[in-house]
């Protein structure tokens, strides 16, 4: 099987979808977005780094407003328009990247994962239930799930750096839970459990995710167990 692959911890002058951004820094990366009128960006609002006069800032609402403020997620988000750069970055040490989504293409991302997107990129989501119940001790979790209608780039943050593993059809890999950042729409997740039934860990479970292809999967080095949303 062929190994994950480290995704590009720097970009210059990256264009796509009528967009150009920087990502610099190795400790804690920033993004930088070149804001040319035509595109707006949306993201968390605490993750602003600086921008120039001429970006006005905003407010997006989010689709399914009510289902959201009962899930206990965020509502708004913030959206940044017109003539200028902006910059962005999370307060952790980890791996900025952005993820080139062709019109129709779809992501699925971790909660409390995603930095910012452009303005074509539509951003739901949606709960998972029974992998909580082994790993965070609570009834669910929240997998935020992005649709680009057009072109757009969306851009994440992944802790210690990220690896990507292009899954061939039927081919399974087991990730610990905390560790998976993505994956394509197309990617089944399931919970392994083993049973260490010998020596000393006797009794002990071993709990993983197992992905199956099709597709991509991206994996974080410093993976992290988020509290659950309940």
């Not at 239930?129 to 082994?134: I, L, S, T």
């Amino acid at each position: 099987m062929q190994r994950p692959t480290v995704l590009k911890t720097s970009v210059s002058d990256e264009t796509f979808a009528g967009v150009t951004y920087h990502i610099e820094g190795e400790l804690v990366p920033s993004l930088t977005v070149d804001l040319a009128g035509q595109q707006s960006v949306y993201f968390e609002h605490h993750i602003l780094l600086w921008k120039h006069p001429g970006v006005v800032i905003g407010i997006r609402p989010m689709k399914g407003a009510l289902k959201r403020m009962v899930a206990g997620i965020q509502i708004f988000v913030t959206q940044a328009s017109g003539q200028g750069q902006i910059a962005f970055s999370r307060d952790g040490a980890g791996h900025v990247f952005g993820m080139h989504l062709e019109k129709g293409q779809g992501l699925d991302v971790r909660e409390h994962q995603f930095l910012a997107a452009t303005g074509n990129v539509e951003y739901t989501f949606e709960r998972v239930k029974g992998v909580a119940n082994m790993l965070f001790g609570g009834t669910g979790f929240f997998i935020d799930k992005f649709h680009a209608s057009g072109e757009g780039i969306l851009w994440l943050h992944g802790f210690g750096n990220v690896f990507e593993k292009v899954l061939a059809p039927g081919e399974q890999i087991d990730v610990e839970p905390g560790a998976w950042l993505y994956k394509d729409p197309s990617v089944r997740m399931d919970t392994n459990v083993q049973r260490l039934p010998t020596g000393l860990l006797a009794g002990v479970n071993l709990i993983t995710n197992r992905f199956t292809g099709p597709g991509r999967l991206g994996i974080q080095s410093m993976y992290l167990h988020m509290p659950s949303s309940e």
